[in-house]
């Protein structure tokens, strides 16, 4: 996502860390590359001209009190990074809970923004919270829009009430209303509100959003809106916001929009906070929106903190605390805990995904690109192709035992001996940062930091004082002896 912006950042912002001392003149050419830059990805021009003027403004007002020497470049991002996260929102918004459950999210938008995904996507994300979330089916129009939601209701473990059959049959205000009252009846924490959508707007549309929204009074109404049609995604926005009224915004599809630009128009001219965005086809693809995070990824800094968030829920507690431990004793790192790391990292989603919020990733996007997911899967097949005395001493794989690893994996005998070397050379690594070396192109843990070794660790005291030199005048020598009172 994003990838046309995050490039032309990229270069508008080098550009500037290449200048010894920046010029009033650098920043113009800056500026302008970025205005560029912001057109071509379909942000609203008014938004374009709004920001880019603001960053000028700033950073010409800084440039004077930055001394020489220091790193102008930096105050210069700082300000584009600043101004970036005001346009896409500011800060994070999080659903507003009712004070007496169930708190009810109504969903409205155009026939295929993915509303009916979402709905099934947002109903997991606060059922992992510890929610019991309802679906109600209130899109009796589209084709099949009932019988999609029992199904992706049913895949995430979710209840969806749905009594009427839909295409075209049943009243989805009477829908949307007896959904409300089954969900106080059964204790449903919260109520999900899948409504109909159109392929454009129209008074239809809107009568029937505003009716559904008078029986259900919702806590929180979200404008659910597909990234990849542009401009006119900032359009159907300000539709809905003038005939329907909404609180938040869902971008749908953000995987797939290389430009971006609906997603850094639609809270800068509406008002409303972009408060969810779906990544992709997966139930898991979804999460809160942080426009300081997306900022930092359009500015190619990647996003560290969802990535840690990411890892936090793969691996629990137990395996890391395990590790660490192991690590701390000075076990060997078995190939057992290699597939316990590939087993978490394949819940943390497609490793494209996870190298792309790593800072610096809009340079390697070729290598992004062409990553093999199925090498994980491959790597896999062969550990679990050995026994258990072969997971923990790679010593004993002779080449009968590997003969028959290759042919359990469906590998060659090659691919095995390639990840015994690999995974013998990261044994050793990791035995030489624990004994205080070094990894290659990486100084050497600092001496108070090393374990204790040899005599040391029994208690012998160390002497490490240089030898004094003697002078070679005799009768210097004798008092620097003591023999000359």
């Known amino acids: 996502m994003f990838e046309t912006l995050t490039s032309r950042f990229s270069g508008a912002l080098s550009t500037l860390r290449s200048r010894g001392k920046i010029s009033e003149k650098d920043i113009e050419v800056a500026i302008t590359e970025i205005r560029q830059a912001l057109l071509e990805a379909d942000v609203a021009q008014s938004v374009v001209e709004s920001f880019t003027s603001k960053v000028q403004l700033q950073a010409l007002e800084i440039l004077p009190t930055l001394q020489a020497g220091s790193n102008q470049a930096e105050a210069i991002y700082s300000v584009v990074n600043k101004e970036l996260t005001e346009i896409l929102g500011g800060g994070a918004r999080r659903i507003r809970f009712a004070k007496k459950p169930p708190t009810v999210i109504m969903l409205?938008?155009?026939?295929?923004?993915?509303?009916?995904?979402?709905?099934?996507?947002?109903?997991k994300f606060y059922k992992d919270q510890g929610e019991t979330p309802l679906l109600v089916a209130s899109d009796l129009q589209r084709p099949n829009a009932v019988n999609q939601l029992q199904v992706v209701g049913q895949s995430v473990g979710v209840p969806v009430f749905a009594p009427e059959p839909g295409n075209g049959v049943g009243n989805p205000v009477n829908v949307a209303r007896d959904g409300v009252q089954f969900a106080i009846s059964k204790l449903h924490s919260m109520v999900i509100v899948d409504t109909a959508g159109r392929l454009g707007v129209d008074q239809e549309l809107m009568n029937e959003?505003?009716?559904?929204?008078?029986?259900?009074?919702?806590?929180?109404?979200?404008?659910?809106?597909?990234?990849?049609?542009?401009?006119?995604?900032?359009?159907?926005?300000?539709?809905?916001?003038?005939?329907?009224?909404?609180?938040?915004?869902?971008?749908?599809?953000?995987?797939?929009d290389a430009r971006g630009g609906s997603a850094l128009s639609i809270a800068a001219l509406t008002g409303r906070p972009i408060m969810?965005?779906?990544?992709?086809?997966?139930?898991?693809?979804?999460?809160?929106?942080?426009?300081?995070?997306?900022?930092?990824?359009?500015?190619?800094?990647?996003?560290?903190a969802t990535l840690a968030e990411q890892a936090k829920k793969a691996f629990d507690g137990d395996t890391a605390k395990k590790l660490e431990d192991k690590f701390a004793s000075g076990e060997d790192f078995t190939l057992d805990d290699f597939l316990e790391q590939l087993e978490a990292m394949s819940k943390m989603g497609s490793m494209g995904k996870l190298l792309s919020m790593l800072p610096g990733a809009g340079q390697m996007k070729k290598q992004i690109e062409n990553f093999d997911e199925s090498e994980i899967t491959r790597t896999k097949a062969i550990v679990q192709s050995m026994t258990p005395l072969e997971r923990r001493d790679l010593k004993v794989l002779n080449g009968s035992r590997r003969a028959r690893i290759a042919t359990g994996s469906g590998r060659k005998v090659s691919d095995v001996n390639a990840l015994v070397d690999?995974?013998?050379?990261?044994?050793?690594?990791?035995?030489?940062?624990?004994?205080?070396?070094?990894?290659?192109?990486?100084?050497?843990?600092?001496?108070?930091?090393?374990p204790p070794t040899g005599a040391a660790s029994k208690g012998a005291p160390q002497s490490h004082q240089k030898k004094k030199s003697k002078s070679g005048n005799p009768a210097k020598r004798a008092l620097e002896n003591g023999s000359i009172s």
């Not at 409205?108 to 109903?123: E, H, I, V």
């Not at 659910?224 to 329907?244: P, R, S």
């Not at 965005?277 to 990647?302: C, H």
């Not at 690999?422 to 100084?443: D, H, I, L, V, Y």
């Open 209 to 256: 959003a505003i009716a559904i929204r008078e029986a259900v009074k919702p806590d929180e109404i979200l404008f659910v809106v597909d990234a990849m049609i542009g401009q006119d995604a900032v359009k159907t926005a300000q539709a809905f916001q003038e005939g329907v009224g909404f609180d938040g915004v869902v971008i749908t599809k953000l995987d797939g």
């Open 422 to 450: 690999k995974f013998t050379a990261a044994q050793k690594m990791m035995k030489q940062m624990r004994n205080g070396g070094s990894m290659p192109g990486m100084p050497p843990m600092p001496a108070g930091m090393r």
């Open 108 to 123: 409205a938008g155009l026939q295929g923004a993915g509303k009916t995904t979402l709905a099934a996507k947002l109903a």
């Open 276 to 304: 969810f965005a779906s990544v992709g086809e997966k139930i898991s693809d979804f999460d809160i929106f942080y426009p300081d995070r997306m900022a930092s990824r359009i500015l190619g800094m990647g996003d560290v």
